[in-house]
């Protein structure tokens, strides 16, 4: 399996430190983030399997960097868990999931432990659209190659209905 990488997006050193630690453990490859502008730049240049963002940040809070990642046809497919201290109502949740776009919410101080099955659900799930997105492209050329085939048997059909034309005039 090849490596999975997670951004980790924070302005709070110890919380990045303690998803870090958590998720490395696992195997898991980690690209940290101070804020969220930080977090928009590398989410666009290492190409992560997973973002977990915090909402309330400096320069560019998590609700924005979310909805700027998921505008980016390749950031749509990266899938996103908010966690949030400071965001407990469902308005929040709502925001983030619908409006944003994040596909999980987490809020701390829960079990961390929940965290980490959060992602590897959310791991899971990428994978399997990943693999539905090549499979889509596989039937998309077999798609047109069949379509390619019977054009050129429609040609055929023709150039043999010529054919057939042309001999009964020179047999009567």
Known sequence: MSEIKIL???DSDTKRALYSEMLEKEGYKIVEA????????????ESPDLIITDLEMPKMNGFKMIEAIKKN???RM???????ATYKDIESKMKALIEAGAEEFFYMPENINELLVKVRVMIRIRKIYLELL????????????????????VELKEKVRSLEEEVKRYKR
């Open 34 to 45: 101070k804020d969220g502008e930080e977090g928009l730049n590398k989410a666009r240049t």
């Open 78 to 84: 990266i899938p996103v868990i908010c966690v949030s």
């Open 8 to 10: 980790i997006v924070d």
């Open 73 to 75: 046809e390749k950031g």
């Open 134 to 153: 090549e499979k889509n492209k596989q039937l998309q050329i077999f798609n047109k190659a069949a379509v390619d085939r019977e054009l050129r048997m």
